[in-house]
């Protein structure tokens, strides 16, 4: 039987974004905690916002080799922690929360390995690879690198839009996929009708492969 598809929206920072994705039926929303993102936010506004956040809709927290005192301050607010930086498997551990790991495809990046080495992470979260910006950089990678048969899931990012998210499910089937230019007015604040319209696409998706 072939699973639904995931969405996670990320980088929200609005009282107005969080509660139309938690209207429309996002599964996950995602709160940048590193301060060198134009999608940042701080500890007060991560409270504000996680506590508008009702049951069965995960609050992620986004962290780029963060120190432990910052995560450990977060962390409340947070039901899954996202390591988008160099962070080794035993700090991601150490953390002592659900964790999931951002990965971004260099070309030698090998994700069998990776997947064993992170054998804790609850999923890979794959991202575009561009030297020196640790995501968000708005590009799709080369899809066909991702192998079938790995051990962790797979939740799908970089460059994902309403126009072209059908296409990356077609051409994955992750387990997720993750937005945040793709669904946005400007860096921080998004587009209703591009939320609207990247569920859309993704529950399409879905259809046409349960048809298949």
């Not at 992750?174 to 007015?185: K, M, N, Q, R, W």
């Amino acid at each position: 039987m072939t699973q639904r598809t995931r969405v996670k929206f990320c980088g929200l920072t609005c009282p107005e974004d969080v509660d139309a994705a938690v209207a429309q039926g996002a599964d996950a929303l995602g709160f940048v905690l590193w301060p060198g993102s134009k999608r940042a936010i701080d500890e007060p506004r991560l409270a504000e916002l996680a506590n508008r956040v009702p049951a069965f809709v995960t609050r992620v927290g986004l962290f780029v080799d963060a120190e432990p005192a910052w995560i450990a301050r977060c962390a409340p607010h947070l039901d899954l922690l996202q390591f988008h930086g160099n962070e080794a498997p035993e700090t991601c551990v150490a953390a002592g929360r659900p964790w999931i790991k951002a990965l971004r495809m260099r070309d030698e990046l090998d994700l069998h390995a990776a997947a064993e080495a992170y054998g804790g992470a609850q999923a890979l979260l794959l991202d575009a690879y561009r030297p020196g910006v640790p995501g968000g950089t708005g590009e799709t990678f080369d899809w066909s690198r991702i192998p079938a048969n790995l051990t962790k899931p797979v939740i799908l990012a970089g460059g994902l839009t309403p126009d072209n998210v059908a296409e990356a499910i077609s051409a994955v089937a992750p387990f997720a996929v993750d937005v945040s230019g793709g669904i946005e007015a400007r860096p921080g604040i998004k587009n209703a009708a591009r939320m609207t319209a990247f569920l859309r696409a993704v529950r399409q998706a879905d259809d046409e492969r349960h048809c298949a």
